[in-house]
C-alpha cells in the first residue's frame, strides 16, 4: 500500500482544513487507517483512526469534538477534517495504514505504510 497525503496549509486559528490521504492498492479497504501529527521537536503522536470499515473510529483526547476521521473505499482515500484549529494543530500530518485495532490502533508501531506527511501551520 501507498499512501499519499494532501490538503495541508496556512491558516488562522478557528480554521479549517480537510486532509485527505490517497491509498494505491487494491487491498486498501481492508486496513485500518491512522492519523498521526509530529511537531518540531517533538515525538509523532496519536490523532485519529477508523477502522476498516468505517464503522469505528478512535480520536486523539487533544483533537475530539474538532476532528473527524472518515474513510471512502470506493476512492481508496481517507479524511481529516479539522476544524476550530488552534496554533498547537501546527505539525506535519502523516497518514498511515494497518492491521491492528484496539490499543494498537493509537500508536505509530500499530501501522505497517506511511504517507510522506502534509504539513499544517495555524497562526495565532
Known amino acids: 500500500v501507498q499512501l499519499q497525503a494532501s490538503g495541508g496549509g496556512l491558516v488562522q486559528a478557528g480554521g479549517s482544513l480537510r486532509l485527505s490521504c490517497a491509498a494505491s492498492?487494491?487491498?486498501?479497504?481492508?486496513?485500518?487507517m491512522g492519523w498521526f501529527r509530529q511537531a518540531p521537536g517533538k515525538e509523532r503522536e496519536f490523532v485519529a483512526a477508523i477502522s476498516w470499515r468505517g464503522g469505528t473510529t478512535f480520536v486523539a483526547d487533544s483533537v475530539k469534538g474538532r476532528f473527524t476521521i472518515s474513510k471512502d473505499n470506493a476512492k481508496n482515500t481517507v479524511f481529516l477534517q479539522m476544524n476550530s484549529l488552534k496554533p498547537e494543530d501546527t505539525a506535519v500530518y502523516y497518514c498511515?495504514?494497518?492491521?491492528?485495532?484496539?490499543?494498537?490502533?493509537?500508536?505509530?508501531?500499530?501501522?505497517?505504510?506511511w504517507g510522506q506527511g502534509t504539513l499544517v501551520t495555524v497562526s495565532s
Open positions: 498511515a495504514a494497518g492491521r491492528q485495532w484496539g490499543a494498537q490502533a493509537m500508536v505509530v508501531t500499530g501501522y505497517d505504510y
Open positions: 492498492g487494491r487491498t486498501f479497504s481492508s486496513y485500518n
